[in-house]
C-alpha cells in the first residue's frame, strides 16, 4: 500500500508551539506508512527542519504569490490530508500567506483537519481575554473533516466521533525520572515568546502586567535568598539589575534540540502559561514545574488610594509600582481563565506540576522552595507523572488513530 501523504501548515510567527504540538504528532507517524511535509513561515523553517521534518516555507508576505506557490505544492505533492497546526492561526495569517480554512475547503478537494489543542467546543468558542474581554471566535473547527487533540493538555481518554486524542511525547519517551541535582546553584529555566508582549485586546491592564512580570518573577526568585542560575530564553533579555545570587544567563534563540536539553537539565521550570507547550515537555521530561496564575481581580490602585494595601502585598510597591489593577489569567498576559476551565477540569495533567498565584508571595516561595529542595513532594509529583505517561502510553498511536478515524483518503481508511 503507498504512503499517505499529509501536508501541514504551521503558519504562526509569533510562537513556535503550535508548530511544535503538530510536529511532535507528525514525528510519530510510521515513515513507512506516511509521507509527511510542513507548509510554514519563512522565519519558522529552520526551526521545523531542526525537527528533522520536510519544510516548504513560503517565500513571501504577498498573499498572491504564496497562494500561487501553494496551488503548484498541492498539486506536486498531491496529500491525501491537510492538517492545520492551529485553524485560528490560519485564518489570522491570511492577509500575507493567502490561505485560509474556507480556502483550503472550497479550492482543494482534500480532507481537512486541524488540531484543537483546547477544545475550543467545550468552551462554546468563548475566548475572555485579560481584563475581562470576551471574543466568540467562529466556528472554524466545524469544516474539518477530523480534530486531533493532544494529551497533554487534553485528557488522556478516548473521544466522540471525529476527533482523535493522541499523546504528546515531546521528544522522548524516557520514564519519568527527578531530575538529578549537580553541584553549583539550582538552574531555573524560563521562556516566553514574541506573543507575550502583543497586547491583542490594547487593553492599559494588559500593558501594566506585561511590564511589570518579568520583575515580579526576578523579585520572587530573588526572595529565595540564595544563589540561582537562571536560564533565560526569549525575544528580550530582562532590562533591569538583577540580584547578586542571581546567575542570569540570557539566550535568544536555540534549536529544538538544544532548547530540550537545556529544559531538561534545571531543577525547575517557571512559567505563567497554563497550556505551555515547554511546560508539557517538562512534564513528561520529569522536570519540576510552577505555573504562576491569576484566580481573581487585584484592585491595587484603590488599596493604595485608601492606604489599605495589606502587608502580603507590600513588596509589589518595589517589584511592581505601575500595576494598579490585576485580573484573573491562566495564559499571561492574554487571560484565557474561564476559556481553559473545560479542558483542565478534571484533568490528571494539572496535578504533575504545582500551580500559585503570582501576588500571593508566601505560596510562591513554598512552592519553588518544595520543587528544588523537597524530596517528598518532588517525588510526589514525579509518581503522578508516571502515571500519567501510562495513561499516555494506552492512547493509539497517531498512525493507527487517523486509520481509525476512517477519512475518505486516497490508499485506504475509507
Known amino acids: 500500500m503507498s504512503r499517505r501523504r499529509l501536508l501541514f501548515l504551521g503558519l504562526g510567527h509569533l510562537s513556535n508551539g503550535d508548530v511544535s504540538i503538530a510536529a511532535d504528532f507528525a514525528r510519530q507517524l510510521p515513515a513507512d506508512r506516511f509521507e509527511i511535509g510542513f507548509v510554514t513561515a519563512a522565519s519558522v523553517a529552520s526551526y521545523v527542519r531542526g525537527m528533522g521534518l520536510t519544510v516548504y516555507p513560503l517565500p513571501s508576505q504577498d498573499p498572491q504569490r504564496n497562494l500561487k506557490v501553494f496551488d503548484e505544492l498541492v498539486a506536486a505533492l498531491r496529500p491525501d490530508l491537510l492538517v492545520a497546526a492551529d485553524a485560528f492561526t490560519l485564518d489570522y495569517s491570511t492577509a500575507w500567506s493567502g490561505l485560509s480554512m474556507s480556502l483550503l475547503r472550497q479550492r482543494y478537494d482534500i480532507a481537512l483537519a486541524s488540531f484543537d489543542q483546547y477544545d475550543y467546543p467545550a468552551a462554546d468558542y468563548v475566548v475572555d481575554f485579560y481584563g475581562g474581554h470576551h471574543t466568540r471566535f467562529p466556528r472554524l473547527l466545524e469544516a474539518c473533516d477530523l480534530l486531533i487533540r493532544n494529551s497533554p493538555l487534553n485528557r488522556p481518554a478516548p473521544s466522540e466521533p471525529g476527533v482523535i486524542v493522541t499523546r504528546m511525547v515531546c521528544g522522548g519517551e524516557a520514564p519519568m525520572l527527578v531530575t538529578p541535582r ?8 524560563i521562556t516566553n515568546s514574541r506573543w507575550e508582549y502583543v497586547n491583542v485586546v490594547r487593553s492599559p491592564g494588559m500593558a501594566q502586567l506585561m511590564r511589570a512580570m518579568p520583575r515580579i518573577l526576578h523579585d520572587h526568585l530573588a526572595a529565595l535568598g540564595r544563589p540561582l542560575r537562571v536560564v533565560h530564553v526569549g525575544p528580550a533579555r530582562w532590562d533591569f539589575p538583577v540580584a547578586e545570587r542571581i546567575e542570569y544567563e540570557y539566550v535568544p ?3 529544538p534540540p538544544q532548547f530540550h536539553a537545556r529544559l531538561t537539565a534545571a ?13 508539557t515537555q517538562a512534564v513528561l521530561a520529569g522536570v519540576p514545574s510552577l505555573l504562576l496564575n491569576n484566580r481573581k481581580i487585584l484592585d491595587l490602585a484603590r488599596l493604595r488610594g485608601t492606604g489599605s494595601l495589606p502587608a502580603g502585598l507590600a513588596w509589589l510597591e518595589h517589584s511592581a509600582p505601575g500595576l494598579g489593577i490585576a485580573y484573573p489569567y491562566r495564559v499571561f498576559p492574554w487571560g484565557w481563565h474561564t476559556f481553559l476551565s473545560p479542558v483542565l477540569a478534571d484533568n490528571p495533567y494539572v496535578d504533575c506540576f504545582l500551580t500559585a498565584g503570582v501576588f500571593e508571595r508566601g505560596k510562591v516561595l513554598r512552592a519553588m522552595h518544595e520543587l528544588l529542595d523537597d524530596a517528598t513532594v518532588r517525588t510526589r509529583l514525579a509518581d503522578r507523572q508516571a502515571v500519567l505517561l501510562r495513561s499516555l502510553a494506552g492512547l493509539t498511536p497517531p498512525g493507527d488513530a487517523l486509520d481509525a478515524a476512517k477519512l475518505d483518503l486516497p490508499g485506504g481508511g475509507s
Do not use: E, M, Q
Not at 549537580?182 to 529555566?189: D, L
Not at 531543577?267 to 511546560?279: E, P
Open 182 to 189: 549537580r553541584t553549583g546553584p539550582p538552574t531555573v529555566f
Open 253 to 255: 534563540k536555540l534549536s
Open 267 to 279: 531543577d525547575l521550570f517557571v512559567t505563567g502559561n497554563a497550556v505551555s507547550v515547554t511546560l
